[in-house]
């Protein structure tokens, strides 16, 4: 039997002991959870909190499904690791399930532990297939921590971790950080790929391998791309030959109202990354999904990359689950219903509270944008922070409700199996809470 340890030790234990993410030690101020079921998670004491983020925009099927819990439990008792190079009936379902249920010819997939693992060896693999060595990625973007993904993430976080992989040329995302630019999609779409296509002639066009995607931008904004841009992106990549990546490693498996966010804009990628709602995270798993020529080449040259953990049988089962869950619960459609639902909460907080900016929704995937004065100038700059937004943070813990305050934002992207009573639910904290940043708007 292990040792049981109150609330309080298992938090000095933690920051005693562990480092945690993107954060100075002393600074943190880790929530204690013991369980999680549905769209809540509890703490060792019995605290019920609202999981609004679901945790890292992962948790897309919510927390603890039994089927799931179930498949793992079987998976266990089977056969828990192989190397990876052994053929395994759970690999050979799950790739088949998957090339049934990834569009278009993306019909081979190398398996890894996580997104950024499928983002390093998506580089490896559009450098090995093209024979070039620049990539392109946006500023406003997030690709992973490791080291060469870290280079691709075009948000502050890069920064302290430069320098790193070369070759990576970072451009400007087709929505504006300013709201005020460009009156229309039409005009935004144009315009950014006019710039675009600018770039890859300063660059070379036959030196660039690929350009690297968030199909919708996640951490940096929740930023569905204009109507039109993802169709002409793949036509101007086409016409230099330049491969296309869409990392849906958190905007796919449902979160935008359909399992794959690229389905929005009618075009299929070269690569797609994934992760996160891939397993629900229950376990870790990742995935790199590759077009049929681009599978073809390495039937014939060698894929120069590896991992102890490719094709983890226990990653692999609990994928497996998390699929059939989502189809037989009907998730996709119930993000898409419950997607309008939290957009008309938005709405209503946008008209209710004067430090209400802005916000962004498809389907379960939100963030509402706040200022500080009627002009529209930002509660916090980009990249930084304001008390009013450290208070309304302080206000979603205290009424337990988890989700993330970024700079002059907070996020809205519940578990894919939410109803329209715990929006409510949800709704009624945040409506509470916004009148801390109403009342630190300036006179």
């Not at 973007?141 to 970072?170: C, F, K, W």
């Not at 059939?324 to 639902?341: P, T």
């Not at 946008?350 to 802005?358: A, F, T, Y």
Request: glycine share 10%; charged share 20%.
């Amino acid at each position: 039997m292990s040792e049981s340890l109150t609330e309080q030790e298992i938090i000095e234990l933690c920051k005693t002991h562990s480092m945690f993410s993107w954060s100075r030690g002393n600074d943190v101020n880790p929530w204690p959870i013991a369980r999680a079921e549905g769209i809540y998670m509890y703490g060792p004491d019995g605290q019920k909190i609202i999981d609004f983020n679901s945790q890292l925009m992962s948790v897309n099927i919510g927390h603890g499904h039994p089927k799931v819990r179930e498949a793992m439990k079987a998976q266990i008792d089977q056969l828990l690791f192989v190397w990876p190079g052994a053929a395994t009936e759970v690999r050979a379902r799950v790739s088949r399930k998957l090339s049934q249920l990834v569009p278009g010819n993306l019909n081979t997939f190398f398996y890894t532990l996580g997104g950024a693992e499928a983002n390093e060896n998506a580089i490896k693999a559009v450098k090995l297939y093209t024979g070039r060595n620049k990539i392109i990625a946006r500023y406003r973007s997030y690709h992973g921590a490791t080291n060469a993904t870290m280079q691709l993430t075009g948000d502050p976080r890069r920064l302290a971790n430069e320098p790193g992989m070369p070759g990576v040329i970072h451009v400007m995302d087709p929505n504006p950080y300013d709201y005020s630019f460009g009156s229309s999609d039409e005009e935004k779409v144009a315009r950014n790929l006019q710039y675009l296509e600018e770039v890859i002639t300063y660059e070379g066009p036959d030196t660039i391998a690929a350009m690297f995607i968030e199909t919708v931008t996640g951490t940096n904004g929740i930023l569905p791309p204009p109507a039109g841009y993802l169709a002409g992106l793949r036509a101007l990549l086409d016409k230099y030959k330049i491969l296309l990546v869409c990392d849906e490693v958190m905007c796919g498996f449902g979160r935008t109202g359909k399992m794959f966010a690229f389905e929005h804009g009618g075009i299929v990628p070269d690569i797609l990354t994934m992760a996160k709602g891939l397993t629900s995270s229950y376990a870790p798993m990742g995935c790199m999904a590759v077009s049929d020529p681009i599978a073809a080449h390495f039937k014939e040259n060698v894929f120069w990359g590896g991992l102890t953990y490719n094709a983890h049988c226990l990653g692999l089962a609990t994928a497996e689950a998390v699929i059939d869950v989502m189809h037989e619960e009907k998730l996709i459609e119930n993000a898409s219903k419950m997607g309008e639902i939290m957009r008309a909460h938005m709405q209503a907080m946008k008209d209710k509270h004067p430090s209400v900016r802005g916000f962004r929704q498809i389907g379960l995937f939100g963030m509402m944008d706040l200022q500080r004065d009627e002009a529209g100038t930002r509660m916090a700059p980009y990249n930084g922070t304001h008390p009013a937004m450290q208070a309304l943070g302080a206000h979603f813990r205290a009424n337990n409700l988890f989700t993330f305050v970024r700079w002059g934002s907070f996020m809205c992207n519940p578990p894919l199996c939410i109803n329209e009573k715990q929006l409510d639910e949800a709704f009624a904290i945040i409506d509470s809470g916004l009148d801390i940043t109403d009342a630190a708007m300036d006179d």
